[in-house]
């Protein structure tokens, strides 16, 4: 019976999820997919507190590594809309002249 969880699992939870990933890079970056990536970690221990309702104590270098991780993903996403405006700006330029 464990050859068929381990079955299920290592064709679900890896290659149904590698071949997803790879379908999600043709319409985001792969710098984009890498941060959510990275983001796992994350949304393990909230799933955990709200799951099992147990707090584990992190120490103070597992919460500055998930504020780099968070402050990356929300810089990507300002970095990407300032250079929309600025691309529609010059459009806008562009079709004035």
């Known amino acids: 019976m464990d050859w068929i969880y381990l079955f299920i699992l ?3 939870c890896t290659a ?4 997803v990933s790879v379908n999600v890079m043709k319409h985001l970056t792969p710098y ?3 941060l959510t990536v990275n983001l796992e970690p994350v949304y393990a221990i909230i799933l955990a507190l ?3 309702g147990e707090k584990e104590e992190m120490n103070s270098e597992f ?3 998930s504020f780099i991780v968070l402050f990356v993903v929300l810089l990507n996403g300002v970095l990407k809309n300032m ?3 600025t691309q529609k700006e010059t459009n806008l ?3 004035k002249k």
Do not use: E, N
């Open 10 to 12: 290592s064709s679900i």
């Open 16 to 19: 149904f999820a590698f071949i």
């Open 32 to 34: 984009t997919v890498m």
């Open 50 to 52: 709200l799951i099992f």
């Open 63 to 65: 919460y500055l590594g």
């Open 83 to 85: 250079k929309k405006i």
């Open 93 to 95: 330029k562009q079709v």
